[in-house]
Nanobody
Framework: VQLQASGGGLVQAGGSLRLSCAAS????????MGWYRQAPGKQRELVAS???????NYADSVKGRFTISRDNAKNTVYLQMNSLKPEDTAVYYC????????????????WGQGTLVTVSS
């Protein structure tokens, strides 16, 4: 299973970016997809997650500014980021909790390669 993230870049404070992450490979189902971020010198933290039936969880720091969504048919998760702040600067990683053939009882965690978001003040 591979996760390919895209959409990062440089944006001024107050601007917007949209991240995408597509999962491919031996996928039977994906229960949870999410976005994490890691700023320089800090630990990786959860930004937002979404289950296959649409339950969503956001970090307090992004509530009201970021929106997570997913297309189950395309095994793709999106993160719309509005009103960006300099403190949102980080490498953003997508994550997926995947069941694959032949052992459908097992779930494995996969990570994308990371995409850099830089917000200038």
């Amino acid at each position: 299973v591979q996760l390919q993230a895209s959409g990062g870049g440089l944006v001024q404070a107050g601007g917007s970016l949209r991240l995408s992450c597509a999962a491919s490979g031996n996928i039977f189902s994906i229960s949870v997809m999410g976005w994490y971020r890691q700023a320089p010198g800090k630990q990786r933290e959860l930004v937002a997650s979404i289950t296959s039936n649409g339950q969503i969880n956001y970090a307090d720091s992004v509530k009201g500014r970021f929106t997570i969504s997913r297309d189950n048919a395309k095994n793709t998760v999106y993160l719309q980021m509005n009103s960006l702040k300099p403190e949102d600067t980080a490498v953003y990683y997508c994550n997926a909790d995947v069941r694959s053939w032949p052992n459908l009882a097992a779930r494995s965690d996969y990570w994308g390669q990371g995409t850099l978001v830089t917000v200038s003040s």
